[in-house]
């Protein structure tokens, strides 16, 4: 009963996002970039699935899904058209809690700074600087992880500069030997503040499955993710992922409804307590391509 109790709350919470219309634009839209090359090459479509700490950006609820005591994990993400993020991330375990934490650095580099006078030469360049530092703190109850991240937020945009306080909650359960469910509500909090004028949050709201075949012997795992957020239109993304234990592992997915997004492929090898990830996701309309590169480390 607390299982279900549990799921229909996050259901519950995702629900109004999928029937009623955006309302505003939002600010602090690096939230929305993802951390870790596994996640990345699944399309993202990791709500219900995680087996390292990265996957916790996106339900606080899988911090815990890593096996032994500890991980830690860095990322280096090259976006498209001069963008870029670092990510590190760790986390330990005690039987059913597990509490970690990660903090990334993002930038935007050459932005033209111009004034109310047209001209073809630009008066100089300024960059967007951005900062996560997130808590999270993971509890399995009656078979129920459940998680909760506490982040703040902070963005530099020439002069400019605001920050936030939010909250991220998640849930994930096994419905039996090959199905999982899980869900997320993120980025709840106070309204970024430019100059003299504030804007909401990217509200994120996220439900996902994930599905292991027993005749694979859980080798081969497929995951599914609807995600609907507070102003602009749900976006499903799809990912399979192929893994070998004691060598390596290979992954693919896909995003739809998005405008430049689609295609994503990647993998990892596996030395002793470390796995090497990458991470390619194609876009379209002249943005260029992404590539992540992680390095997980358990001990």
Request: hydrophobic share 40%.
């Amino acid at each position: 009963m607390f299982r279900l109790l549990v799921i229909l709350l996050a259901l519950s919470m995702a629900f109004p996002r999928m029937v009623l219309a955006s309302a505003g634009r939002s600010s602090f839209v690096f939230l929305r970039i993802g951390s870790g090359s596994r996640p990345a090459s699944l399309a993202e479509a990791v709500t219900a699935s995680g087996d390292d700490i990265t996957s916790a950006f996106y339900n606080p609820a899988l911090l815990g899904a890593f096996s032994g005591k500890g991980q830690a994990v860095f990322m280096y993400n090259s976006y498209f058209s001069d963008v870029s993020q670092n990510y590190l991330g760790l986390a330990f375990k005690d039987n059913d809690l597990t509490i970690g934490g990660y903090l990334s650095l993002g930038k935007v580099a050459d932005f033209e700074r111009r004034d109310d006078v047209p001209s073809t030469t630009p008066l100089g360049n300024f960059d967007e600087n951005n900062f996560i530092g997130a808590l999270i703190i993971s509890y399995e109850i009656n078979g129920v992880d459940v998680g909760i991240a506490f982040k703040y937020a902070y963005e530099k945009i020439d002069y400019s500069s605001a920050n936030a306080v939010m909250i991220d909650g998640g849930v994930r359960t096994n419905l039996n030997h090959e199905v999982a469910i899980g869900a997320a509500v993120k980025n709840i909090g106070t309204r970024p503040k430019f100059e003299n004028k504030s804007y909401p949050l990217p509200n994120e709201y996220r439900l996902g499955l994930s599905y292991q075949p027993a005749f694979f012997q859980k080798a081969v795992e497929f995951t599914a993710d609807a995600v609907f957020y507070s102003d602009i239109d749900p976006k499903y993304n799809f990912g399979v992922e192929y893994r070998h234990e004691q060598y390596f592992v290979l992954r693919a997915g896909y995003g739809a409804d998005y405008d430049s997004r689609g295609l994503s492929v990647g993998g990892g090898l596996f030395y002793r307590t470390f796995r090497f990830d990458y991470a390619f996701v194609a876009y379209k309309n002249n943005l260029g391509n992404a590539h992540r590169f992680t390095v997980v480390a358990g001990f």
